[in-house]
């Protein structure tokens, strides 16, 4: 079984302070990683995946994220926070070794972005 | 690139009711996916498809819920009849090829329904 945790339902920064959003997982065999955000009344909008190679993906709009398999997380961050990167954000895991191309979601969180 | 399509953007029905929901995925991509999402939750997988076949539908609730696929394009999701419970927010997404791990999914605006 595959699983993802974010921990925290709702983060609040000032803008241009760095914002991270994290994001642990639990999956049998070896991870997919995604991160997509939702604004108001949208869609999941992809930000970023990481599938192998540099533990440091960069992504849309400024953000990054890295993966670190000791501590299975993958939180996500963004040195310079804008008011407009206040919406919900969602972390997904996908397990290598699983047929098919199932995600699993986080439970997201919340991105608050004061001026 | 057009998007992922779907219809209606909101809906509002009576309990007992039936309704329904479109989606036109991205062009070329063959694997469709329908998610529910419910207030401040991540989206659960509902159906999964492979061109027009169901490869996934584990997570659907039958007794009330259908999906189908017939020309491997376009998708439709249905409720009859739909419970206070089913008000939630329909997601239909898409990846390009089965079977490629990798793949991205790609998401459509989704559709709102009230239940009421």
């Known amino acids: 079984a595959q699983s993802v945790a974010q921990p925290e339902d709702q983060v609040n920064v000032a803008e241009g302070n760095p914002l991270t959003v994290k994001c642990t997982y639990s999956?049998?065999?070896?991870?997919?990683l995604f991160w997509y955000v939702q604004y108001p009344n949208r869609g999941l909008q992809f930000l970023l995946k990481?599938?192998?190679?540099?533990?440091l993906v960069k992504g849309s709009y400024g953000f990054e994220a890295e993966f670190n398999k000791s501590q299975t997380s993958f939180h996500l961050k963004k040195p310079s926070a804008l008011v407009s990167d206040s919406a919900l954000y969602f972390c997904?895991?996908?397990?290598?070794?699983?047929?098919?191309?199932?995600?699993?979601f986080g439970g997201g969180t919340r991105v608050l972005v004061k001026p | 690139e057009a998007g992922v399509v779907q219809s209606p953007r909101y809906k509002i029905i009576e309990k007992k009711q039936p309704v329904a929901f479109w989606c036109n995925p991205i062009?070329?991509?063959?694997?469709l996916y329908w998610y529910l999402q419910n207030l401040g939750q991540g989206p659960e997988l509902l159906i999964r498809?492979?061109?027009?076949?169901?490869?996934?539908d584990s997570q659907l609730p039958k007794d009330r819920f259908s999906a189908e696929r017939l020309k491997g394009v376009d998708s439709t999701l249905k409720i009859q009849p739909a419970e206070l419970g089913d008000s939630a927010v329909y997601l239909c997404?898409?990846?390009?090829?089965?079977?490629?791990?990798?793949?991205?999914?790609?998401f459509g605006p989704g559709t709102r329904l009230t239940v009421l």
């Open positions: 498809y492979e061109n027009e076949e169901a490869v996934d």
């Open positions: 062009s070329g991509h063959n694997t």
């Open positions: 997904a895991v996908r397990d290598m070794g699983a047929a098919g191309n199932k995600l699993t």
């Open positions: 999956v049998s065999g070896n991870p997919y």
């Open positions: 997404a898409s990846s390009s090829t089965s079977g490629v791990r990798t793949d991205t999914q790609y």
């Open positions: 990481y599938i192998t190679g540099d533990n």
